[in-house]
């Protein structure tokens, strides 16, 4: 989905959020409740939660905890 810059013809999308939204209703509409963050986690088996931080140049830094710190795992714009 965050591939795609139109919402719908000759619409371009102004955030991620609105793919979001719109999957969201169509589950609810088909009687399915989307899973939550916490319990996709759990599904995923995913148990270390990132941390996200804004540096001096405007990347966002992510960062994972571990025994020795944090490691710098990516930056993004």
Do not use: W
Request: hydrophobic content about 25%.
């Amino acid at each position: 989905m965050e591939d795609k810059i139109y919402y719908r013809k000759g619409e371009l999308v102004k955030n991620n959020a609105q793919f979001v939204a719109r999957v969201v209703r169509i589950a609810r509409e088909l009687n399915k409740e989307p899973a939550t963050p916490d319990e996709t986690r759990k599904r995923r088996g995913l148990t270390k939660k990132l941390k996200r931080e804004e540096d001096d140049e405007g990347f966002i830094q992510v960062r994972r905890k571990s025994r020795r710190g944090h490691r710098r795992l990516g930056r993004h714009r």
